[in-house]
């Protein structure tokens, strides 16, 4: 933003592409911000339409544009360059039970399953109930049919976000300069004029939309003059009813008048303003999780709490916006007092799932119990474990078998339970939970090692 605002100085830039190519030390998402940056840059800054991106490249005038978006778009290049130089220059490598669908040899299957799991994702957004540590194990079965109930929420979530993309298409259309200029040049973002113009365009559309019945009179009056009776050419609207005065003087500060209602005021200024939010937030909620759509490269999971953090922020500001839009357009009080209770009501409840969850996160034991109920076989295994670690030996081996009865060909449970009844001595459990191992995962190399061992204590030497 302090880049956007002061364009000589490239300082700025340079900091947000260092702090970007940081961000990634931690994790990969890191380089969406730099998606945010361009967005900013474009649509809120030089408020241009989509349609409009190719006059970039040739009109002097986007020069200060095209150099951000160049130092952007050659720093996300570079680091992602270097990240799969790191990957050993070749996709991740996971288990096909980390990501089941990526594994199906169905183009069906692996389509429908993977536009389900956004759809799923921003179900969790919308209602937290759900949640665990990890989805992996086919947590969340295949989608093998289109007479699949859950394509139903695939076709909604899809639908509402062309309708969204739409809605917001048109509304940059209205802020686009050309149109509030009312030529094909730009004005600065810091202009007044062009903040003026803003107004003029958008009381235009207002008054196209208003009922004729109930129409206004609009009078935009312009004092560049310190003269008050200078009236701008071809922005004089005069209709039957009530009135709406709308003075710039020196093109610096604007008062709004109306006699109607304090709404009509507003829609000119919340129109503007709310349509950069909405793009800013709907970027912060797209772009961070693009990543974990499978849409470039195959991910080793399903659903992830953390991939959903960024994003959960631009969701939380889509939700703010949709509220303050609903708040301002209630007339009466009673209205506007429902409308909070029921907003603090859902943000307690929320809150409250916060904290629960974030219990969970305290301790692995109550993290792991928490997933039972979504991934048995993970989640069983994990606790296993910890419980092992604890001393309780009975009751980890219990959770071991437990995992095995959902998921019998679980190498890694074998393994642990060949090691837990190796250390109480029972030698030939441990050799039987090491052959299993070794069965459904041959290459794992402490299970051989492990076996040779128990094979030495009972003395087949040989065979050890």
């Known amino acids: 933003m302090r880049y956007c605002k002061y364009r000589d100085k490239k300082g700025y830039l340079y900091i947000c592409l260092v702090l970007a190519a940081a961000s990634m030390l931690t994790k990969e998402h890191g380089v969406t911000v730099l998606v945010l940056c361009a967005v900013y840059d474009t649509f809120i800054v030089h408020k241009l339409h989509p349609k409009e991106i190719i006059v970039i490249l040739n009109e002097k005038k986007y020069r200060p544009l095209r150099e951000?978006?160049?130092?952007?778009?050659?720093?996300?290049?570079?680091?992602?360059?270097?990240?799969?130089?790191?990957?050993?220059?070749?996709?991740?490598?996971?288990?096909?039970?980390?990501?089941?669908?990526?594994?199906?040899?169905?183009?069906?299957?692996?389509?429908?399953?993977?536009?389900?799991?956004?759809?799923f994702n921003f179900w969790l957004l919308l209602c937290p109930r759900w949640l665990s540590f990890d989805w992996?194990?086919?947590?969340?079965?295949?989608?093998?049919?289109?007479?699949?109930?859950r394509n139903i929420l695939s076709a909604c979530f899809y639908?509402?976000?062309?309708?969204?993309?739409?809605?917001?298409?048109?509304?940059?259309?209205?802020?686009?300069?050309?149109?509030?200029?009312?030529?094909?040049?730009?004005?600065?973002?810091?202009?007044?004029?062009?903040?003026?113009?803003?107004?003029?365009?958008l009381g235009k559309h207002y008054n196209n939309k208003s009922n004729s019945s109930n129409s206004k009179h609009y009078t935009s009056v312009i004092n560049n003059n310190n003269n008050n009776n200078n009236y701008s050419n071809g922005h004089h609207r005069a209709m039957n009813g009530n009135s709406f005065t709308n003075i710039a003087n020196g093109g610096s500060s604007h008062l709004c008048h109306s006699a109607a209602s304090s709404a009509d005021c507003h829609y000119f200024n919340s129109l503007h303003h709310n349509t950069d939010a909405v793009i800013m937030a709907?970027?912060?909620l797209a772009f961070p999780f693009v990543p974990a759509t499978n849409l470039f490269f195959y991910v080793g999971f399903v659903v992830a709490e953390r991939v959903l953090y960024i994003p959960s922020m631009g969701f939380c500001l889509l939700v703010a916006i949709g509220l303050d839009q609903l708040y301002r357009r209630q007339e009466g009080l009673l209205r506007k007092r429902v409308l909070l209770s029921i907003f603090l009501c859902l943000v307690f409840v929320m809150s409250v799932r916060t904290v629960r969850r974030n219990r969970d996160w305290w301790h692995e034991e109550n993290l792991y119990r928490s997933g039972i109920h979504i991934n048995p076989p993970k989640a069983y295994g994990n606790l296993a474990n910890i419980l092992s670690s604890q001393g309780k030996k009975a009751e980890a081996e219990w959770a071991?078998?437990?995992?095995?009865?959902?998921?019998?060909?679980?190498?890694?449970?074998?393994?642990n339970l060949g090691i837990l009844q190796q250390e109480q001595g029972r030698y030939e459990e441990a050799l039987q939970s090491y052959k299993l191992a070794i069965q459904?995962?041959?290459?794992?190399?402490m299970a051989h090692l492990n076996l040779g061992l128990v094979l030495g204590i009972l003395g087949r030497k040989e065979e050890a």
């Open 68 to 119: 951000g978006l160049l130092h952007l778009g050659g720093t996300a290049v570079t680091l992602l360059a270097m990240r799969f130089h790191l990957m050993g220059s070749k996709p991740p490598d996971f288990a096909p039970a980390d990501n089941p669908a990526s594994d199906s040899d169905s183009l069906l299957t692996r389509t429908l399953t993977f536009l389900y799991l956004p759809a």
């Open 136 to 149: 992996s194990m086919e947590s969340i079965p295949l989608l093998t049919s289109p007479l699949d109930p």
């Open 159 to 201: 639908g509402a976000s062309v309708h969204f993309l739409v809605y917001l298409s048109r509304s940059l259309s209205l802020q686009k300069p050309s149109a509030l200029s009312g030529n094909s040049g730009s004005c600065s973002c810091s202009s007044s004029c062009c903040s003026w113009n803003h107004r003029l365009q």
């Open 282 to 284: 709907t970027s912060l």
């Open 400 to 415: 071991y078998k437990k995992a095995l009865t959902y998921r019998s060909n679980m190498a890694d449970v074998h393994y």
């Open 440 to 445: 459904f995962r041959p290459r794992l190399a």
